[in-house]
């Protein structure tokens, strides 16, 4: 079974970074498509990020220009690079793979980003 273990995350102020890492029990070489994924207190879960097997990389409006998205074949693990970091960023960040119709693995604990003066 495949697992994921996100960490990373902590309390920053705002313009502060964070890099999320994304631990993956298999080889991610021939997964096609891994995201990150962020959940704020009271709103539902949203992508904030894709990766492909061959690197293109897709990003929410929200965090364009902000976060960039990368994968280690070798970790194997996923990152998720956060620069300008805004209170509106604040969320649990989870990493998954994406599927037609949800998520291929159930989902984890996250990681908690907190971004706050």
């Known amino acids: 079974q495949v697992q994921l273990v996100e960490s990373g995350g902590g309390l920053v102020q705002p313009g502060g970074s964070l890099r999320l890492s994304c631990g993956v029990s298999i080889s991610i070489s021939s997964i096609n498509v891994i995201a990150w994924y962020r959940q704020a207190p009271g709103k539902q879960r949203e992508s904030v990020a894709t990766?492909?097997?061959?690197?293109?990389?897709n990003y929410a409006d929200s965090v364009k220009g902000r976060f960039t998205i990368s994968r280690d074949n070798a970790k194997p693990t996923v990152y998720l690079q956060m620069n300008s970091l805004k209170p509106e960023d604040t969320a649990v960040y989870y990493c998954n793979i994406p599927t037609r119709t949800g998520v291929f693995v159930n989902w984890g604990q996250g990681t908690q980003v907190t971004v706050s003066s």
């Open positions: 990766i492909t097997s061959g690197g293109s990389t």
